[in-house]
T-cell receptor, first 115, second 115 residues
Framework: GAGVSQSPSNKVTEKGKDVELRCDPI?????LYWYRQSLGQGLEFLIY????????KSGLPSDRFSAERTGGSVSTLTIQRTQQEDSAVYLC?????????????FGPGTRLTVL | AQKVTQAQTEISVVEKEDVTLDCVYE???????LFWYKQPPSGELVFLIR??????QNEISGRYSWNFQKSTSSFNFTITASQVVDSAVYFC????????????FGSGTQLTVLP
């Protein structure tokens, strides 16, 4: 079956612009995660969605970052007023359910470059 | 807070050699889960193995095996008879019981298998 898909695969933007990154989880997966992978910080958790529950935003680095998940499926991560330190690969992952031991399946990522 | 340490930043072996990747974790939770993921040059994180904190039985799956020891908080991963295609960055990760189960990753070990 189809895996997690993310778009765009690459995004180059200018400092101060807003960007939107999209994630399509595996069909039937109720849990969705966003992570960020950068050279200096490694792999960091950003935000988590489970069904219709309020998201866990504890990993978001600043209020310029936000995310939503529509209809319990597709998710969009928005970064406002981008800064150069936002340059990283943004990874999305989904799993069947978060409350049991289910491995997370990752998408190919979106490489964001802020000039 | 959780922490995962992968002290080996880079390992280089010759094809057919066995190689062990080290992972040490820290958590105060008594229920937790450990994972190994592989990130080949293509960039997509691939799930390899998982273990929960109540199961210290070590197993072998094909060329992969792991050694989970709670007494030393270690979760080491061994590849037997390494192949060039095993060249990748390997991440150890930890998640604890709770609502989100987000992954806390180590910094990764770059494995290079030379022909």
């Amino acid at each position: 079956g189809a895996g997690v898909s993310q778009s765009p695969s690459n995004k180059v933007t200018e400092k101060g612009k807003d960007v939107e990154l999209r994630c399509d989880p595996i069909s039937g997966h109720t849990a969705l995660y966003w992570y960020r992978q950068s050279l200096g910080q490694g792999l960091e958790f950003l935000i988590y969605f489970q069904g219709n529950s309020a998201p866990d935003k504890s990993g978001l680095p600043s209020d310029r970052f936000s995310a939503e998940r529509t209809g319990g499926s597709v998710s969009t991560l928005t970064i406002q007023r981008t800064q150069q330190e936002d340059s990283a690969v943004y990874l999305c992952a989904s799993s069947r359910q978060a409350r049991t031991l289910n491995e997370q399946f990752f998408g190919p990522g979106t490489r964001l470059t802020v000039l | 807070a959780q922490k995962v340490t992968q002290a080996q930043t880079e390992i280089s072996v010759v094809e057919k050699e066995d190689v062990t990747l080290d992972c040490v974790y820290e958590t105060r939770d008594t229920t937790y889960y450990l994972f190994w993921y592989k990130q080949p040059p293509s960039g997509e994180l691939v799930f390899l193995i998982r273990r929960n904190s109540f199961d210290e039985q070590n197993e072998i799956s094909g060329r992969y095996s792991w050694n989970f020891q709670k007494s030393t908080s270690s979760f080491n991963f061994t590849i037997t008879a390494s192949q060039v295609v095993d060249s990748a960055v390997y991440f150890c990760a930890l998640s604890v019981s709770g609502s989100a189960r987000q992954l806390t990753f180590g910094s990764g070990t770059q494995l290079t298998v030379l022909p």
